[in-house]
């Protein structure tokens, strides 16, 4: 079955520090591949997405994250976080194989920056 | 400024009654999504359209229904036949790609929570 799996639920950081947030998904011939942040009672907001090119895409509020086919990885970093970093995100993939454009979500990673 | 509106924010729901959630948008987007968020699940999918009065199910689709007569609107009933109805719902749209492609990123409106009574 296609799935996507992030395999930190939580994850506190101090203030400042690199963070990793890590995501792998099922083996695909074709996928594409993005990453949201959740505000406590809000939506989402994309932060970044890979279509096609360069496997190191960069996102908004300085992120960045790798794709990286051989491992099935798209991990998500930011060289250092701030308090207002602190929400959920999330991890999505669009198989190529499903009906058009359904995402498939990764259970979430709660990031907490702490002072 | 153009985006996805969602109303109410917070709804509650008796035994044996249906709610509906709406849910425009003002993007122009042809595709429409609901969606379901419970805690430590991630998001799944109910329906989604990709035009107006066609729409498909997703994976959890028991117990909703959806219709799409007009492009900025894609409002969700929650049925009595839903059993377990409390839950974050979030509406979400996007454009369509270059030749129909699957890639457009989906914007998503701020949500509704549901409770029951």
């Known amino acids: 079955a296609q799935s996507v799996t992030q395999l930190d639920s939580q994850v506190p950081v101090f203030e400042e520090a690199p963070v990793e947030l890590r995501c792998n998904y099922s083996?695909?011939?074709?996928?594409?591949l993005f990453w949201y942040v959740q505000y406590p009672n809000q939506g989402l907001q994309l932060l970044l997405k890979y279509l096609s090119g360069s496997t190191l895409v960069k996102g908004i509020n300085g992120f960045e994250a790798e794709f990286n086919k051989s491992q099935t990885s798209f991990h998500l970093r930011k060289p250092s976080v701030h308090i207002s970093d602190t929400a959920e995100y999330f991890c999505?993939?669009?198989?190529?194989?499903?009906?058009?454009?359904?995402?498939?979500f990764g259970s979430g990673t709660q990031l907490t920056v702490l002072p | 400024d153009g985006g996805i509106t969602q109303s109410p924010k917070y709804l509650f729901r008796k035994e044996g009654q249906n709610v509906t959630l709406s849910c425009e948008q003002n993007?122009?987007?042809?595709?429409m999504y609901w969606y379901r968020q419970d805690p430590g699940q991630g998001l799944r999918l109910i329906y989604y359209?990709?035009?107006?009065?066609?729409?498909q199910k997703g994976d959890i689709a028991e117990g909703y229904s959806v219709s799409r007569e007009k492009k900025e609107s894609f409002p969700l009933t929650v049925t009595s036949a839903q059993k377990n109805p409390t839950a974050f719902y979030l509406c979400?749209?996007?454009?369509?790609?270059?030749?129909?492609?699957?890639?457009?990123?989906?914007?998503f409106g701020d949500g509704t929570r549901l409770s029951i009574l």
């Open positions: 999505a993939v669009i198989y190529s194989s499903r009906s058009a454009r359904q995402l498939t």
């Open positions: 993007l122009n987007h042809d595709a």
């Open positions: 979400a749209s996007s454009s369509v790609g270059p030749g129909g492609g699957a890639y457009q990123p989906q914007h």
């Open positions: 083996s695909s011939v074709s996928v594409y």
């Open positions: 359209s990709q035009i107006v009065n066609d729409f």
